[in-house]
């Protein structure tokens, strides 16, 4: 923040962060931020799955999956950031985290 001169005043900091400093250095702090949105829930399905003894395949392949789109979404959106690309993968992985939520409420209920 210094080398881009955004000072870390609370009025003005969010405004300087989108002005002053590049977009692929951006992207790599919005994509961090993402990564406590949605994933916190895969999270705490995954954990939930696996301390009531879920081993089926489908949660090994799902939960796998789920991580290796959320590694790619990653990528894209620290590198290209194609808007559409991302979203395709986000989408993908939102169903995926979906099934494994379905799957913990059926054992669970």
Do not use: C
């Not at 002053?20 to 406590?36: G, T």
Request: aromatic share 12%; glycine share 6%; charged share 15%.
């Amino acid at each position: 923040m210094e080398k881009y001169g955004v000072a870390p005043n609370g009025e003005t900091v969010t405004e300087d962060l989108k002005t002053k400093i590049p977009p692929h250095i951006r992207w790599q702090a919005e994509n961090y931020n993402h990564l406590h949105e949605q994933p916190t829930i895969f999270y705490a399905v995954a954990l939930s799955l696996a301390l009531i003894g879920d081993s089926h395949p489908y949660t090994v392949y799902a939960a796998w999956g789920y991580t290796g789109l959320r590694i790619l979404h990653s990528l894209i959106h620290a590198t290209v950031n194609k808007v559409m690309a991302r979203f395709s993968v986000f989408g993908t992985s939102s169903v995926v985290v979906a099934g494994l939520t379905a799957r913990l409420a059926q054992l669970v209920f």
